[in-house]
Every structure is written in structure tokens, then in C-alpha cells.
């Protein structure tokens, strides 16, 4: 789903298996929902998601470096960053956002030990 699509999309906030609001490093987690109640202009600037993850990465030889960046990467592949919070909108990848919602089996996906502890 290219920025476009994205910028006319409603969204809803993305909620847990117990129905509570779930937030990814302290930033709102959302979905495109046509009976959304959240514009996604409502969200501020987009932000860019290679920059947070480099900036949030733990510190590794710097051998390691690229391929933790794309262990990373890869897992947010899907997410939209905004100063408002975070936009879920594709298939490739949805390990975090199963796990964050407690969708089916997921545990926590091993690449996220790879970034800092939440503050």
C-alpha cells in the first residue's frame, strides 16, 4: 500500500486480545479499517522508519550491524511511522503485529531483542 492510499485511509486503533489499546515503543499502533475513526492526516508528519530503527538499535560490532539493521527492518516492513504513532497496512510481514495484538500463536519475535528496552 503506497503513502497515497495510505493518506485517504481511515484507521483504527489496534487493540489486544483483552481489548486494551496496544502501543509500540510508546507510540499507538493502527490499521486501516474502513469504519475507522482516525484519519491518518490526524497523526502528524511520517517519520522515517529506517532512521528509528537505527537509532534504536543496541549497540553491536559494527560487522554485525547491517545485518541486525535488516533482522529489524524486515519485522517493520509493514509499519508506517508518524509522530502520532505507528500505521500497519500490509501482509509481508505480520509477526509483530500478531504479537502485539495476541493473534493466534505468536511469541515475541526474536528480532526485537535487538533494539533497545522500551523507556
Request: charged share 20%; hydrophobic share 35%; with cysteine.
Amino acid at each position: 500500500m503506497n503513502i497515497v492510499h495510505i493518506l485517504s485511509t481511515m484507521l483504527s486503533r489496534a487493540k489486544n486480545g483483552c481489548g486494551r489499546e496496544i502501543s509500540f515503543y510508546d507510540r499507538a499502533v493502527y490499521y486501516p479499517r474502513d469504519d475507522g475513526n482516525v484519519p491518518v492526516t490526524g497523526l502528524g508528519r511520517q517519520q522515517d522508519t529506517s532512521e528509528w530503527v537505527r537509532g534504536h538499535l543496541q549497540d553491536f560490532p559494527a560487522d554485525s550491524e547491517p545485518d541486525v539493521f535488516t533482522l529489524v527492518s524486515d519485522l517493520l516492513v509493514d509499519w508506517q511511522l508518524f509522530a502520532g504513532g505507528w500505521v500497519v497496512h500490509g501482509h509481508q510481514n505480520h509477526h509483530l503485529f500478531h504479537s502485539l495484538c495476541d493473534i493466534g500463536r505468536w511469541q515475541t519475535p526474536p528480532a526485537l531483542a535487538h533494539l533497545k528496552p522500551e523507556a
